[in-house]
């Protein structure tokens, strides 16, 4: 069964930094397109950033300049480096993987607050 474990979440101060890893297992990692998206409280879940197996890379606008998707395809893992961080990039994360089929993991809470 296919798995993507998130880690890297936790409570930060406004203007800090996190940094996010997904780990897959049981996918051909390497063609597939990983995504990070968030769900905050009441909202629905949006795209915060994707990287094809291409490596070509797409960000919403409100995170652009400040966060940087990547991956290591040795390692079957995404990354999200979180720069600058806002209370309102505050939510739940979520690794997604997606070619045909689409997965997902079981997220990580991010807080940014002071």
């Known amino acids: 069964q296919v798995q993507l474990v998130e880690s890297g979440g936790g409570l930060v101060q406004p203007g800090g930094s996190l940094r996010l890893s997904c780990a897959a297992s049981?996918?051909?990692?390497?063609?597939?397109?990983m995504g990070w998206y968030r769900q905050a409280p009441g909202k629905g879940r949006q795209l915060v950033a994707r990287?094809?197996?291409?490596?070509?890379?797409t960000y919403t606008d409100a995170v652009k300049g400040r966060f940087t998707i990547s991956r290591d395809n040795a390692k079957n893992t995404v990354y999200l480096q979180m720069n600058s961080l806002k209370p309102e990039d505050t939510a739940v994360y979520y690794c997604?993987?997606?070619?045909?089929?689409?997965?997902w993991g079981q997220g990580t809470q991010v807080t940014v607050s002071s």
């Open positions: 997604n993987a997606y070619r045909v089929d689409n997965f």
């Open positions: 049981k996918i051909i990692f390497s063609i597939y397109t």
């Open positions: 990287i094809t197996s291409g490596g070509t890379t």
